[in-house]
């Protein structure tokens, strides 16, 4: 089964660490200058239009910023397919998936513990994503017990008899928990 995100098939794929790090740097930079710069001139042009002497702008700066992160929103979805994004927005993906399983991780932790298959495929998806997000964050201070997490779940697989890869994984593997 493949792995389906937002309507898309998702594999865990090799990312070059190096070029998705420019990468994520640029799209963050990008953002945070074009966050103050449309909420300035939002906020301005609310206080323009709205506000009146001596009255706190508080609101307006407010809505200012509301409008700017919604107007980044709009552009980071409408350029979401962009080959440049592609790392970024494959990262951004494994991640959100990552955090629908630990929302059921304690239920699917205990179905492992039962020799539960889809279970197992799960946590499997999740220990391999994990340290594919690690290394690409240099997250290398859990990396050792995620390392022995990802040793104990091969070692149940096997003497289980079992070969399962992170491309069995489907999502709604997930609703059973």
Same mark, same amino acid.
């Given at each position: 089964?493949?792995?389906?995100?937002?309507?898309?098939?998702?594999?865990?794929?090799?990312?070059?660490? !190096?070029?998705?790090?420019?990468?994520?740097?640029?799209?963050?930079?990008?953002?945070? @200058?074009?966050?103050?710069?449309?909420?300035?001139?939002?906020?301005?042009?609310?206080?323009?239009?709205?506000?009146?002497?001596?009255?706190?702008?508080?609101?307006?700066?407010?809505?200012?910023?509301?409008?700017?992160?919604?107007?980044?929103?709009?552009?980071?979805?409408?350029?979401?397919?962009?080959?440049?994004?592609?790392?970024?927005?494959?990262?951004?993906?494994? #991640?959100?998936?990552?955090?629908?399983?630990?929302? #059921?991780?304690?239920?699917?932790?205990?179905?492992?513990?039962?020799?539960?298959?889809?279970?197992?495929?799960?946590? %499997?998806?999740?220990?391999?994503?994990?340290?594919?997000?690690?290394? @690409?964050?240099?997250? +290398?201070? +859990?990396?050792?017990? @995620?390392? %022995?997490?990802?040793?104990? @779940?091969?070692?149940?697989?096997?003497?289980?008899?079992?070969?399962?890869?992170?491309?069995?994984?489907?999502? !709604?593997?997930?609703? #059973?928990?």
């Amino acid at each position: 089964m493949a792995n389906m995100i937002n309507g898309l098939y998702m594999i865990l794929k090799k990312i070059d660490k !190096a070029l998705y790090r420019k990468r994520l740097r640029v799209v963050f930079v990008g953002m945070a @200058l074009a966050l103050m710069a449309i909420s300035v001139a939002a906020s301005t042009l609310f206080i323009y239009l709205f506000s009146s002497p001596g009255a706190s702008n508080f609101l307006y700066n407010m809505a200012g910023v509301a409008v700017a992160a919604i107007i980044i929103f709009i552009v980071l979805n409408k350029f979401r397919q962009n080959p440049y994004l592609l790392e970024v927005v494959y990262v951004w993906d494994l #991640k959100q998936q990552l955090n629908r399983i630990n929302r #059921k991780l304690r239920k699917i932790e205990a179905a492992v513990e039962n020799n539960d298959i889809n279970a197992m495929i799960i946590m %499997n998806f999740v220990y391999q994503g994990s340290r594919q997000v690690y290394e @690409l964050d240099d997250n +290398t201070i +859990t990396m050792g017990s @995620l390392v %022995n997490k990802i040793n104990a @779940l091969e070692e149940r697989m096997q003497d289980l008899g079992l070969s399962l890869s992170t491309n069995d994984f489907d999502p !709604a593997m997930l609703e #059973k928990f």
